[in-house]
């Protein structure tokens, strides 16, 4: 009996898990919505990379954003950083690393990530505190 108990348990385990995890896309882990937003008068080119995805170059207009998300791996460090051109300015940046989420209280399933960019620098929205990250060359 406790054999089949077993068995059944774990073919339900089995047939259940691609729905759960595409219910639950980080079960084990936080989830990370990013955004970059431009307040510059200019279209603002990105380009934004980790050390697994390249994400591309994408134009975001003036109060457009680029978003993307992803799960936090457990005892991994993850970095997005990105390359930024407006008009003559260029500007590289570290978007997500350990010290942005450690600022970050995980408290909820789905964590969030704002990055202003105004024509005087980058900012984060670390839960409504604003901090100047770097000043646009």
């Known amino acids: 009996m406790r054999s089949s108990t077993i068995y059944n348990l774990l073919i339900f385990i089995i047939l259940t898990y691609p729905i ?5 896309a980080c079960p084990f882990t936080a989830k ?3 955004s970059v937003i431009s307040v510059v008068p200019k279209d603002l080119v990105v380009h934004i990379k980790s050390g697994d995805d390249d994400l591309g170059n994408h134009t975001i207009p003036f109060v457009g954003n680029y978003s993307w ?13 990105g390359y930024f051109w407006w008009g003559s300015k260029f500007q590289n940046l570290y978007l997500f690393d350990e010290a942005i989420s450690d600022k970050f209280i995980s408290n909820v399933d789905t964590e969030h990530c704002y990055w202003f960019v105004k024509p005087v620098g980058f900012y984060v929205d670390v839960t409504y505190d604003k901090i100047l990250f770097d000043e646009i060359n």
């Open 20 to 24: 759960a995890s595409t219910a639950f």
């Open 32 to 34: 990370w919505n990013v």
């Open 69 to 81: 998300s992803f799960c936090e791996m457990l005892g991994d460090h993850i970095l997005f950083y």
